[in-house]
């Protein structure tokens, strides 16, 4: 079928793939496509959804086709003040898009916004806008005095990065608000910081829609909120994210009740004198949830980068598999793991008790050091003995690292680590080599039990041929032995 037989509601629709995702290039891609032929031209000029995304960087000509041709239709708008977004004449641009403001849907206003906005903009309202962004480069605290911009009914989504705003349930009224993102700069100084962050708090109250809350960076004096709290109801609130100097953490975790919560995340974690109220906030957090007590395995990863380092915790249904709960405890790289284990693991059980019976665990460890992975390996040996299963991933691995201290607390001779293992998963490299095949012969290959341990090695693409050709062959000798061929390259 040509192009021409096509039905012009399949052609609009081929065209719509063409030129997305919403970014720089779909005015280029858009003007392109017009060029083709006369009856492109004609058929794109016609169809108002194809003119909806409005961006600075554009020239002012396309961006008054836009307007023009997108009719009554919504508007995506994108001001970048970066500088290598360049529009010569900014004045025409606004003076252009100013009066479509009661047509914007989504707004993400990025950059240098200091004098790059116009005040005519804060006095105007955007009946229709849905969705706001606000992030500035600025090095210092820059502070948006007034509505911005004034009348926002509609509003669902709002993010503020670098940004000080004059908060207030006028400026922006949080009736409908789903999804609020808010990350400070720390260059902010604690009086600023301290009056926001009451305001927000205050106005938590009123955002019974509220689905996601992000708070973080935001610089405040530790003892800011030393009284106690009216109680916060969040009845449809399902993620959480947390980074606020921790007495803070505490006391917003202990305040707020949220039974539909699925998702916590808290960074970062500090191991000091707060840990135990932190861990007792979370518990009584845990309390608040309206999740039905059922049978639950509990899913635990420990994850370290060169830069930063989590524990997290997440709960799946025995009879669905399906995840109801998570948690995400964010720490410092580099941390000793066997006292992060030795201060969670009991929380953990009361944690994962509180939504219902235990019924095994199941570890999973990336990191990039084989070093760092001995340690994590011997802290859950210590604490998560019990481990049902245990995937082991490493992201890089070290150069000239001894090949069997990584993986020896699996296979020592009296008492090997993880005594209830059923399922081990690693990946193969040569420091691996030696420490896999002595798991495989003391715990593999045994006669001694009816549930001998099922191990699952995953093969880099570039292994040596010559083992690749071994591991095969002793894959068809044993029945509870898998080898997966991966398309993934590792440093060795």
């Not at 790059?116 to 948006?144: C, F, M, Q, V």
């Not at 001894?402 to 005594?419: C, G, H, K, R």
């Amino acid at each position: 079928m040509s192009m021409e037989s096509l039905p012009e509601e399949i052609f609009i629709e081929i065209i719509e793939i063409l030129i997305l995702p919403y970014n720089d290039l779909r005015a280029p891609r858009l003007n392109t496509l017009r060029l083709v032929c006369r009856r492109w031209d004609e058929l794109i000029q016609q169809t108002p959804s194809l003119w909806t995304y409005i961006w600075n960087g554009t020239n002012n000509i396309y961006v008054e086709r836009a307007l023009r041709c997108s009719g009554t239709l919504g508007l995506k708008v994108r001001v970048s003040h970066w500088p290598k977004v360049k529009n010569r004449d900014k004045e025409r641009f606004w003076s252009l898009l100013l009066p479509h403001l009661d047509r914007w849907e989504h707004a993400v206003l990025s950059g240098n916004l200091e004098d790059n906005i116009p005040h005519a903009l804060a006095r105007k309202g955007a009946s229709r806008l849905r969705s706001l962004a606000l992030d500035s480069d600025s090095w210092k605290y820059e502070t948006i005095h007034g509505p911005f911009p004034g009348w926002l009914p509609s509003l669902e989504s709002l993010r503020i990065q670098n940004f000080g705003v004059s908060w207030s349930t006028q400026q922006y009224p949080l009736a409908r608000l789903k999804r609020l993102y808010i990350n400070l700069p720390q260059r902010a100084g604690f009086g600023q910081s301290d009056l926001l962050l009451r305001q927000i708090i205050d106005s938590l109250r009123e955002c019974q829609q509220l689905v996601s809350l992000h708070l973080t960076g935001i610089h405040t004096s530790p003892d800011i909120l030393t009284e106690n709290l009216t109680p916060i109801i969040l009845p449809n609130l399902e993620v959480i994210s947390l980074s606020l100097p921790r007495s803070v953490d505490c006391k917003l975790l202990e305040t707020i009740h949220v039974p539909k919560c699925r998702l916590i995340v808290i960074r970062p974690w500090y191991w000091a004198s707060a840990l135990d109220q932190l861990l007792k906030a979370l518990e009584n957090l845990a309390g608040g949830i309206g999740t039905a007590k059922i049978s639950n395995c509990a899913t635990v990863e420990a994850q370290e980068s060169y830069y930063k380092a989590y524990l997290g915790c997440d709960l799946r249904a025995v009879d669905s598999g399906s995840s109801f709960m998570r948690l995400r405890l964010e720490v410092n790289a580099h941390l000793s793991w066997k006292r992060c284990l030795q201060e969670t693991v009991p929380f953990f059980h009361r944690w994962i008790g509180s939504f219902g019976p235990d019924n095994g665990w199941d570890i999973r460890i990336t990191t990039y050091s084989l070093v760092f992975m001995t340690g994590i390996l011997l802290a859950f040996a210590t604490y998560l003995p019990t481990a049902l299963t245990l995937t082991i991933t490493n992201a890089i691995t070290d150069l000239g690292w001894s090949p069997n201290a990584s993986l020896n607390v699996l296979y020592v001779p009296d008492e090997p680590a993880f005594p209830c293992l059923e399922q081990l998963e690693l990946w193969y490299c040569k420091a691996f080599a030696g420490g896999i095949i002595r798991i495989i012969a003391k715990r593999v290959i045994r006669k001694d039990t009816p549930t001998p341990l099922r191990m699952r090695i995953k093969l880099p693409r570039d292994v040596d041929e010559v083992e690749r050709v071994e591991l095969a062959w002793l894959s068809d000798q044993l029945p509870n032995l898998i080898i997966q061929e991966t398309p993934v390259f590792l440093n060795e």
